[in-house]
Antibody, heavy 122, light 107 residues
Framework: EVQLLESGGGLVQPGGSLRLSCTAS????????MSWVRQAPGKGLEWVSL????????YYADSVKGRFTISRDNSKNTLYLQVNSLRAEDMAIYYC???????????????WGQGTLVTVSS | DIQMTQSPSSVSASVGDRVTITCRAS??????LAWYQQKPGKAPKLLIF???SLQSGVPSRFSGSGSGTDFTLTISSLQPEDFATYYC?????????FGGGTKVEIK
């Protein structure tokens, strides 16, 4: 069974940092592009970042470029999102999601993890 | 960036009704479009990819159509478990973008 389990969310002050993790099981993790998608409370979905299976190609939404860094450790079947310089508008549930095999182009996502909540407040 | 506009933002319908949701892209995206269903407190679930391909395990009452800039998700006979919010997503180019969502509510 394919499973994605996020962790690392929590309460952080504006300007603070967190590292989110997503541990995968049940599939050949290194073959798949992976993404982070977030959802602010009561709002819609916003794509944040995507990384290729090997980790060499990375893409970001303009709203997080320069502040967030996506990475992966295929030996640990784990996806990461380092989130720095957090702002109130970054407060959201952060989902990891599985993209396509072997390509970063034309990605849609299935399955998704259950999400981890990042709260930004002083 | 490609903007995705969904309509309506909400719809009230009864069990057994046919429901149609539309998604319009600000520029042509060929058939690089996906549809998701999200229930309260849950992660999104992929329903349709490549505009009209049904994801494995998704009931056949869900269907998608369209190409270019205009797309449609249709639920042919609404079931109680279908009350949820639906999102479209363009996969044509980065940044990937989602529509604002359509909430399907019980009439």
């Amino acid at each position: 069974e394919v499973q994605l389990l996020e962790s690392g969310g929590g309460l952080v002050q504006p300007g603070g940092s967190l590292r989110l993790s997503c541990t995968a099981s049940g599939f050949t993790f290194s073959s798949y592009a992976m993404s982070w998608v977030r959802q602010a409370p009561g709002k819609g979905l916003e794509w944040v970042s995507l990384i290729s299976g090997g980790g060499s190609n990375k893409y970001y939404a303009d709203s997080v470029k320069g502040r967030f860094t996506i990475s992966r450790d295929n030996s640990k079947n784990t996806l990461y999102l380092q989130v720095n310089s957090l702002r109130a508008e970054d407060m959201a549930i952060y989902y990891c999601a599985t993209g396509k095999v072997g390509t970063t182009t034309h990605n849609w996502f299935d399955p998704w993890g259950q999400g981890t909540l990042v709260t930004v407040s002083s | 960036d490609i903007q995705m506009t969904q309509s309506p933002s909400s719809v009230s319908a009864s069990v057994g009704d046919r429901v149609t949701i539309t998604c319009r892209a600000s520029q042509s995206i060929s058939t690089w479009l996906a549809w998701y269903q999200q229930k309260p407190g849950k992660a999104p679930k992929l329903l349709i990819f490549a505009a009209s391909s049904l994801q494995s395990g998704v009931p056949s009452r869900f269907s998608g159509s369209g190409s270019g800039t205009d797309f449609t998700l249709t639920i042919s006979s609404l079931q109680p478990e279908d009350f949820a919010t639906y999102y479209c997503q363009q996969a044509n180019s980065f940044p990937l973008t989602f529509g604002g969502g359509t909430k399907v509510e019980i009439k």
